[in-house]
Each structure stands twice: as C-alpha cells, then as structure tokens.
C-alpha cells in the first residue's frame, strides 16, 4: 500500500508480509544515508503474560526485555557486529518500557545489512553457557546505572509513583531478578514476542520498497505458529501515589530533584494516545519551557539553571508528568512549581502562548522530517501505538486551546506529586 501525505510532502509504503511482520519505507530521494528499524512491541514492562502455544499467566523475572535484547546479537563462532563492521554499517539497539529496537545506519550495502539484522533477530542463539556469562555483564550494567544519580533519582520517583505498575522497575532489572533467567525463559519468552506479527521493520532512505520486500521475503523465517493477539496480565494500580517523598544521599556536586504528577487518564490508544501526549507536553512548556514567564522568575532568581526542565511520558495504562534539575534547594522549588500551578488555569495558560508553542511544534516536526533517524524512531513509536505518523501534522493542528485547559485541570493535581531528591553526600 501506498499513500502520499500532501501536506507533509511524504510518502509512506506499507505490507503485511505472509508471516505477519508489518514493513513501512519512506523514501527519501537523494539522500546518502539509509536508516532501518526492526523493532519488538515488547518492553520492561510486559513481565506477565501467556507465552504463545500455553494457557497459563507466566510472571518472567525483571529485566527480561533487556536480557534478551544482548543475547540477540551473540550468534555461534562468530560476531554480529564484526558483520555489520565489514559492511560498513552501524549497529545498534536499545529496550525501553514498551519496546525492544535493533537498528543501523548505513551509506553503502544496504541490502546486505537488512538480511543481516534479519538473520541475527530471527535466528537467537542461547545455551546455558552463554546466558551465564551474560549475567556477569549486565550486573556490572545495572551497578553502573545503581551509581548514577540521575537514573537513581528517576526511578525512585516512579517507585514512588506507582504502587504495582511495572514501570517503575529499572529496564534492566535488578542484580537478583536476572539470575533466575535461564535458556529456556529466554525461548519462551522470544518465541511469544519476537513473533513476526508483533514485530515491525521501518526503512527511511533512496531505496527500492520492492527490493526490500524482496529481500525480507527471503531472509526471514516462516516457521513460527500463528499468533493470536498476546495476553498481557493487567496490574491494579491505585490512583493515589504510594509514597510523597524520597530521598537518597549520592556523589553529586548539586542537589538533584525530580517532581512527578501521576496521570490517571489512562487507557487511551492509537490518536487519542497521542493527543494526550502532546497536549501535556505543549502545558509543560507553556509552563515551565524556557521561554515562560515562571521558568525566568526562577532562573533571575538563581533557584534553577539550565538543567531545568520538564516532560511526558505514557502510554495505554500509565503516564506521569517529569520535572527535573539541579537545583541548591528542592524543597522549595517544588513548592513553588505547586503554589504556581495551583493557581486558576486562566490565569497562568495564555492562548497566545498555546498558539505560539504550538506552531513551533509544527515548525520542530516539518524540520524533522529531513532526519532519516528521527522520521524512522518517530514514526515506528506510533505505528506500535496504532497511530501513523503520517497523521500527526494533522493531530496537531486540531488542538484546540480548550483542550489544553480541561487537561490542565484534569492532570496536574497536587494530590498526586512525588518528589525524589539526591542529595550530596556531606564530607566528613
């Protein structure tokens, strides 16, 4: 299929291949670089479910996703990255809550790299050997990110946050989690999410859709049995936050805060999913971007630096608004984001400011669409939402400035704020 998206000036070419794996290319004519995405819907968070071909709910250990996510790339008697290496192509790949992504780069050899990655993703190599020694690596991986105070005091804020939702468990799991992972977990658990029908590939590049489809149709496998929509087991969360305050002493030079406001307005996919998205992250800077009245009351008065700064995430069954910085007194910087945001909508949410935010939104995307990597990691997040990025010029310039205040209202409630502060340990 293939659809030309006028305003935009894009097109978009898609196929179901025979397995089920979902192909989307964006061609972009005369440039050099070509960019490729092969990406799971499967992240940290999907650690309940019923493996294809059983009946019964399997809890896997924490940090799964990201355990799989290496010994992908471990192929018998030789390197996957050597093989990209030689090729001349960049390889890389990354888990986060709700995806695993192998992706690479590359300026010549295209076609020999796209049979590559699909090789190595659809073809995994565990023993009990080599799942033993992984563990040893990720430990040090998840030790590393134990004396980060940045990571830290991201996560204790969604532990915080969250009472049962496993968005509040590092990605990578914890150094005890991962030792109950074993070669026979790993095949379950790849065999159920690394199915081609939960499987997405995206191509940005001056390429041939048929040459690609070609070389998909020939390269990956077909003996997977046929998969029914993936029963993920639904945790009950509360809506109140678990906990109001935390802290924890670490090596940094500045005390760090991390505020969060816990969304309640879950459930939402596909464009609705979206709009949420970006109606709040629009509040946010109307707010507190560095264009803002109040983020300049702040900075004049040396409570916050560049640092600053403020975000959404979510996605259908959580979502939290994040601000963020080093600041020499979190304590009363989050009480004066508080006091600010407890004050009437219309006083603080201007429409020329809407306005003005919103049409650098739409100036950001269009700018966008010259960057293969942002057109591929942009687009494949919303395919894997059940939105086409194609549609989203359109999304966004239907906001409307009501909408914008009845989300204000409905999220940013200061029952439902956390604070996570790092402080400094104190010499001596």
Known sequence: MKTYKENIGETLYHKRTETGL???????????????????????????????????????????????????????????????????????????????????????????????LIKFVQNPHFTDENVEKEKGIIEQEIRMYDDDPNWTGYFNCLDAMYHNHPVKIDVAGTVETIQDIDKELLYRTYNTFYHPENMTLFIVGDLSFDKIIEVVNKYERNDFERLSKIEKFIVEEPKEVREKYVEKNMMTSTPMFFMGYKDNDIGHIGAEEVKKDLITNIILDMLLGESSVFYNELYDEGLIDSSFGAYFSGKIDYGYSMIVGEVEDPRLVSNRIIEYFDKPAEEILKEEDFNRI??????????????????????????????????????????????????????????RIVLSVINPIKEG
């Open 358 to 415: 919103k049409n650098d939104e739409i100036g950001s995307f269009l700018m966008g669409l010259d960057s293969i990597e942002f057109i591929a990691n942009t687009s494949l997040d919303m395919e894997l939402s059940g939105f086409s990025s194609f549609e989203y010029l359109d999304l966004l310039e239907g906001i409307k400035f009501s909408e914008v205040m009845n989300r204000f209202k409905e999220h940013f409630n200061k029952d």
């Open 22 to 116: 979902d192909v989307y290319y964006v061609p972009k004519k005369g440039f050099r670089k070509q960019y490729a995405m092969l990406a799971s819907d499967f992240g940290s968070v999907d650690n309940h479910f019923i493996p294809i071909g059983e009946e019964e709910f399997l809890k896997v250990p924490d940090g799964i996703a990201h355990f799989l996510e290496h010994k992908i790339f471990e192929e018998p008697g030789e390197s996957v990255f050597e093989k990209f290496s030689e090729l001349g192509t960049d390889v890389n790949a990354y888990t986060n809550f709700n995806q695993t992504a192998y992706l690479f780069t590359s300026t010549n050899n295209f076609y020999e790299s796209l049979e590559t």
